[in-house]
C-alpha cells in the first residue's frame, strides 16, 4: 500500500504560478506511475500529467504548454508545475500512484490540494 499526500496549493491570480507536490509512503523510484488529476467545479475527473518511473512523461494535450510533471528526488515528490494559470484551473487538484505495471487496479489516491485561480 502507498500513501499520498499532496500539498501546494492556494489561490493565485491570472497568470501567475504554483508548484504542487505529491509526497509518497515508499520511494517514488519504486512506484511505476504517478499521475496528477484535477476536478473542477461542476466538472468531472481529468488527467492532467502522468510520469513512468522508466522516465517517460504525459501531458493533457490542452495543458502541456503551461503544465509540468517531474520527480524531486531528494524530497521524493512528484511535483506539478504549473505556470500561467487561468480561472478555469481552477480544481482540487489529486494525485494518484500505482505501484505496479501490470496491476491496474492497484492504486492509492490522495485527498488533494484545491487551487483556485481569481482575479
Known amino acids: 500500500q502507498v500513501h499520498v499526500v499532496e500539498s501546494g496549493g492556494g489561490l493565485v491570480q491570472p497568470g501567475g504560478s504554483l508548484r504542487l507536490s505529491c509526497s509518497a509512503s515508499?520511494?517514488?523510484?519504486?512506484?511505476?506511475?504517478m499521475d496528477w488529476y484535477r476536478r473542477g467545479p461542476g466538472k468531472g475527473l481529468e488527467l492532467v500529467a502522468t510520469?513512468?518511473?522508466?522516465?517517460?512523461?504525459y501531458h493533457t494535450g490542452s495543458l502541456k504548454d503551461r503544465f509540468r510533471i517531474s520527480y524531486d528526488y531528494s524530497r521524493n515528490t512528484v511535483d506539478l508545475q504549473m505556470n500561467n494559470l487561468k480561472v478555469e484551473d481552477t480544481a482540487l487538484y489529486l494525485c494518484?500512484?500505482?505501484?505496479?505495471?501490470?496491476?491496474?487496479?492497484?492504486?492509492?489516491w490522495g485527498q488533494g490540494t484545491q487551487v483556485t485561480v481569481s482575479p
Open positions: 515508499t520511494s517514488i523510484a519504486d512506484i511505476y506511475e
Open positions: 494518484r500512484a500505482r505501484p505496479y505495471e501490470r496491476a491496474h487496479d492497484d492504486v492509492y
Open positions: 510520469i513512468y518511473n522508466k522516465g517517460t512523461t
